[in-house]
């Protein structure tokens, strides 16, 4: 069962960036499957290290190609993206430290904010992308 179904909906036209979405969408499938399953705390603190790194990653990509293309939303999308990497830190830290457990909550919030970012804020910068689409 995975918490996130793909859809072409969550494209944004960019190759390298919607093939990060999807692997986005895998790693918090797979914490999911994890936590489901009743795996060790040791197995779910591997994939959520990995979608941690995978995300600054992602997000430094994104904005990366955001300043090639001078897209003139760029301080505020990098905004939400270090608000997030905040609460993602937050939501590790606590797990690690056994403040919290990996929860329906706390992925609801992955799956929620991912999906919501993409199909609206990512969404916006799409208009640039098709103009630049063969630079």
Known sequence: MELIEWSDKYLVGYDEIDNQHKGLVI???ELFTF???????ENLEIIFDHLTVYTKEHFSNEEKMMLKYDYPDYEQ??????????????FKSDFENNKITIS??????LKDWLLNHIVITDKKYMPLLEKNRYE
């Open 27 to 29: 790693m918090i499938n």
């Open 35 to 41: 936590m489901t399953e009743g795996k060790s705390k």
């Open 77 to 90: 999308h990098k905004l939400e993206h270090v608000k997030f990497i905040e609460r993602l830190n937050s």
């Open 104 to 109: 329906l909550e706390l992925l609801n919030f």
